[in-house]
Every structure is written in C-alpha cells, then in structure tokens.
T-cell receptor, first 111, second 117 residues
Framework: KQEVTQIPAALSVPEGENLVLNCSFT??????LQWFRQDPGKGLTSLLL?????REQTSGRLNASLDKSSGRSTLYIAASQPGDSATYLC??????????FGPGTRLSVLP | NAGVMQNPRHLVRRRGQEARLRCSPM?????VYWYRQLPEEGLKFMVY????????ESGMPKERFSAEFPKEGPSILRIQQVVRGDSAAYFC???????????????FGPGTRLTVL
C-alpha cells in the first residue's frame, strides 16, 4: 500500500528566500507524481506533474524533481513571495490505483 | 471552459439527516473522483466513477455512503444519517482519461464543506 509523507509539516520563511519542500513515497511503481497548491478554504491547483520517466519539471519559479528509485520528490521554490503562502500537497498516482496524497506542507512567506 | 463545479459550497446538517453533494466535471471529462479532507488531515481517496459505473470504491465507508455518476447530470455523493465525524471538506476531481495514465492529471473542484451539528 502506497504511503506518502511530506517534510516539513510547516515552514515559515522571509520573502525572497529559496526553499525546498520534500515528499517521500514507499512504492516506486508509479505513473506520475504531482504537486498541488491548496489555499485556505479553496480547492487544489495543479502546479507540476512529473511522469515516471522524467527527472524534473519546471514552471516559472517552481522546479520539481523525481527520484523514483529512492522514492523521493522535491519542490523547489525560488525567490519566494508572500503570495506563495499556501499548503503544498504531493500526490502519487500508482499503477492500478488512484492518487495517494501526502499530508502537505503549510508554507508561510513573510513580507 | 468552466472548471469542475461543486455545490453546495457549504452544507450544514443535523445528526441523522442526509447530505447530498453534487459535482459537475469539466466539459468532456467522463471520470470523476471524490476525496475527503478531514480537519488538519490530507486528502483521502473515496471513490472513482465513470459514467454509470463505479470503478473503485475502496476508500468509501461501507455504510451510509454512496456515490453515483448517471449518464446525464452531475455525480452525487450521498451520506445518509450523518454523524459529527462526517464533518469535512469533500472534493471532487475529474479527468478525461482518454490519454496516457502517465500524463493523466485530475482537475479539482472548490469543495463542499459539510458541517454536522
């Protein structure tokens, strides 16, 4: 059974800092891994999707990497801004199963 | 192209009542997923449906909960005889699933926040 964990659970940084969010998963037989953003009281917004054959994906100030063999993914946010404050969720899509979500990292970027 | 729509956005029920949550997928999407997010917890998969079929309901409680996705109309998540522990945010997602699973993504609705008094 796939299990997904995220570290840290919460993170508070000053504006402008570069930061890394971590995601670990136990079963490497995945289709893809996806990073989402969730704002308080809102739904989820997809940020990046990395296919199992890929090593990384980039979108603007965001870069996500995937190391399937070690069961890890990182989300790198460059030059953080207060608008980046949200909960970041990692989700893994397994063969024959549906998405399994991590508990999330709650990010606060202070002006 | 409107996104995934869910209604109501907020629902208050008393213990023992029924709750009906509706989800309209994105246009052209024939696959719907329901998730539950308990306070301070991550999203947990409940059920995956295609039109008129339940594909995977492994995450749905065996009693009081049911889901459907009829040929016409929205998908419905139904909770009978609600209890306080059912209070949560319920999210619906949809996908076209006519593309490779490796590039498959799900588009999420804004959620329905259920409060059971």
């Amino acid at each position: 059974k796939q299990e997904v964990t995220q570290i840290p659970a919460a993170l508070s940084v000053p504006e402008g800092e570069n930061l890394v969010l971590n995601c670990s998963f136990t079963d490497s037989a995945i289709y893809n891994l996806q990073w989402f953003r969730q704002d308080p009281g809102k739904g989820l917004t997809s940020l990046l999707l990395i296919q199992s054959s890929q090593r990384e994906q980039t979108s603007g100030r965001l870069n996500a990497s995937l190391d399937k063999s070690s069961g890890r993914s990182t989300l790198y946010i460059a030059a953080s801004q207060p608008g980046d404050s949200a909960t970041y969720l990692c989700a893994v899509h397994n063969y024959g199963q549906n998405f399994v979500f991590g508990p999330g990292t709650r990010l606060s970027v202070l002006p | 192209n409107a996104g995934v729509m869910q209604n109501p956005r907020h629902l208050v029920r008393r213990r023992g009542q029924e709750a009906r949550l509706r989800c309209s997928p994105m246009k052209g999407h024939s696959h719907v997923y329901w998730y539950r997010q308990l306070p301070e917890e991550g999203l947990k998969f409940m059920v995956y449906l295609q039109k008129e079929n339940i594909i995977d309901e492994s995450g749905m409680p065996k009693e009081r909960f049911s889901a459907e996705f009829p040929k016409e109309g929205p998908s419905i998540l139904r909770i009978q005889q609600v209890v306080r522990g059912d209070s949560a945010a319920y999210f619906c997602a949809s996908s076209p699933r006519d593309i490779s699973p490796s590039t498959d993504t799900q588009y999420f609705g804004p959620g329905t926040r259920l409060t059971v008094l």
